[in-house]
């Protein structure tokens, strides 16, 4: 694996950008947030084992694609096509990661749409060769969601059990988005994970993520659910939250979920998977609340 060391002043020019409307625009932000950011700026690492450039501030920030909630569209709606093992696994499921896009995309509202039958998209569909398991064409069910999308949604998450795949000559894919309709669509043990969703809707924000480019559940797994300081001042720049709410907010889901708090965590999944959220997740959020709040 290669590994490529960034200086100070690269790491600064990702974060804030050499554009002077920008590097004013974050000047104005809150000392401890600025603090938070400015641990970027320490050498670090950049694990490159994927071909994926890394996106910059800059770059996120005059994407002509980069979508932002407007007043009258702050909402995501979550959208479940399939059957489930059982209606009680899948509705607790569905409050678990209600829960979590609450917190992680915080100040957005997250609401859900009545479950369809996979019938109803009227996608295409094929039984993988290699594994024999049912696959539906994750493009047909982007239309699909792009027919059922409220008025008032910033975007729609379709989310399923059944595998996907986005071309004949693809194996599977995790997940795919339509970034100008605002339509991600992913399987949803990635969800169970923690990150598919993240990946996805961030998409549709046109974040592109620091960690990015997973090739199986293993990989993605290893990934905790906490934003670099890039990505995080992307996102606070998409929605406009107070970093130290949006870690509160992170904070208090964790604690639901570990307490056992109905609807925090599938009890299904603690006894097949052990605790979803790792340990480390909340002590890296803790971490960073005490440079925020020094």
Known sequence: MQIVRYSEQTLKIAVISKNPVLVSQYEKVDAGEQRLMNE????????????????????????????????????????????????????EYIKWLTGYCKAYFYRLRVKLLKPVPVSTTRCSFRVNENTQNLQIH?????KFLKKKKPEDAFCVVGITMIDLYPRDLWNFVFGQASLTDGIPFLELCMVILGMGKVLETGHIFNLFLEIWGFFHLEEADRHPLNLGPICLHKLQCAIGFSIVERYKALVRW?????????????????EDNGNLVKPEWKEWIIKCLTVLQK
Request: net charge negative; charged share 25%.
């Open 138 to 142: 994750a493009g047909d069910i982007l």
């Open 40 to 91: 970027a700026f320490q050498p670090a690492n950049w694990i490159t084992s994927h071909p994926e450039a890394p996106q910059d501030f800059e770059q996120f920030f005059s994407h002509p694609y980069r979508k932002t909630p407007s007043p009258d569209k702050r909402s995501i709606y979550i959208q479940s096509i399939g059957k489930y093992c059982t209606r009680i696994i899948s509705e």
């Open 254 to 270: 964790i604690d639901d979920e570990s307490s056992g708090t109905p609807g925090a965590t599938p009890e299904h999944s603690r």
